[in-house]
């Protein structure tokens, strides 16, 4: 809302000796405390409306202090394409209350229709990042027709960065030379974009992946099975401060322990799984607002094969 650029009004009052000399009567206090009114609700009036004065032709008479709502996520107005930002998650609330308000904002200004999906891993296995993934994209809806994987440490902070529909292909918009941290070329965790169908084609993302790391670098692999070609973005020159990273390292540590087959079955490629072999049992799902942004939170008990990938418990 335009306000105007007038002072508020003050009142003043010049100094009166016969009127302070004088002995008080109740008429004057009753006058004094009526011109303090009429002078409150001139401010009010002012600061309200910003123009006491009539609109020009052809414009429409200033709004009266209505409080301008946020921009919707699904305006039908901003294209045919809406995003279903996947966040695999647990027990990061911390980055979560940051994460959900800025990434709303951000596609907003951006107008890329999108919902948030938090994919909220509630059972006692080790995190599976890839598996929760591939909740978000079977749980996401027909309203949705591309995804984008996206961990909810990352925020990103140079309003450039491209999230709409990759028509041409996964687009991944934290690349190596952008992240703070990873720089190797086969990199493609953070934030991937891809078409629904793109990702069908590839199977989905691995479910053998238990604990920290790895699974992205086998998703790579599949893109190339695919025939998929990989995007990422072009000019921008804000190179490692592209991103802000809120993970910390001390409070959040990671589950980065190897055990028993798993060190050599984490570089082995997984020929079959992915959405075809995906057990969950979905225990909730709550419709949430943080600070005003909405999210989807799915709590998802994932399914393990003990024989097949034992290292799922920590035991």
Same mark, same amino acid.
């Given at each position: 809302m335009m306000y105007s650029s007038r002072r508020k009004p003050v009142l003043y009052f010049k100094e009166d000796k016969r009127f302070l000399t004088r002995k008080c009567t109740v008429f004057k206090l009753f006058g004094l405390c009526l011109?303090?009114?009429? &002078?409150?609700?001139?401010? =009010?009036?002012?600061?309200?409306?910003?123009?006491?004065?009539?609109?020009?032709?052809?414009e429409p008479p200033?709004?009266?202090? $209505?409080?301008?709502? $946020? =921009?919707?996520?699904?305006?039908? &107005?901003?294209?045919?394409?809406k995003l279903a930002l996947i966040i695999p998650f647990r027990e990061r609330f911390e980055e979560l209350l940051v994460f959900v308000p800025f990434m709303h904002a951000f596609l907003n200004k951006k107008r890329i229709r999108h919902k948030i999906v938090v994919v909220n891993q509630v059972d006692h296995f080790r995190f599976n990042r890839a598996s929760l993934i591939n @909740? &978000?994209?079977?749980?996401?809806?027909?309203?949705?027709?591309?995804?984008?994987?996206?961990? @909810?440490?990352?925020?990103?902070?140079n309003e450039a960065l491209d999230y709409s529909f990759p028509t041409e292909g996964p687009f991944h918009v934290a690349s190596p030379e952008l992240h703070p941290i990873y720089h190797y070329k086969t990199y493609v965790g953070g934030i991937l974009l891809l078409t629904k169908q793109h990702y069908q084609m590839?199977?989905?993302?691995?479910?053998?992946?238990?604990?920290?790391?790895?699974?992205?670098?086998?998703?790579?692999?599949?893109?190339?099975?695919?025939?998929?070609?990989?995007?990422? $973005?072009?000019?921008?020159?804000t190179g490692y401060k592209t991103f802000r990273h809120i993970h910390d390292p001390a409070w959040r540590k990671r589950d980065q322990r190897r055990i028993a087959s798993q060190k050599q079955e984490q570089f082995k490629v997984d020929p079959t799984g992915g959405l075809?072999?995906?057990?969950?049992? @979905?225990?909730?799902?709550?419709? =949430?607002?943080?600070?005003?942004?909405?999210?989807?939170?799915?709590?998802?008990?994932?399914?393990?094969?003990?024989d097949d990938t034992p290292w799922c418990q920590f035991s």
């Open positions: 011109l303090l009114v009429m &002078g409150s609700l001139l401010w =009010l009036q002012l600061s309200c409306s910003g123009d006491l004065g009539q609109p020009p032709p052809g200033p709004q009266h202090c $209505p409080e301008r709502l $946020p =921009l919707s996520q699904d305006n039908p &107005g901003w294209g045919p394409h @909740v &978000g994209y079977l749980e996401s809806g027909n309203e949705t027709d591309y995804v984008a994987m996206h961990d @909810v440490d990352l925020l990103p902070m590839c199977n989905g993302m691995s479910n053998r992946f238990w604990g920290w790391g790895r699974e992205d670098d086998e998703f790579f692999r599949r893109l190339k099975t695919a025939g998929l070609q990989l995007f990422r $973005p072009n000019g921008i020159k075809t072999n995906m057990r969950y049992t @979905v225990e909730a799902r709550q419709e =949430l607002t943080i600070s005003g942004a909405p999210c989807t939170v799915i709590s998802t008990k994932l399914e393990c094969d003990l």
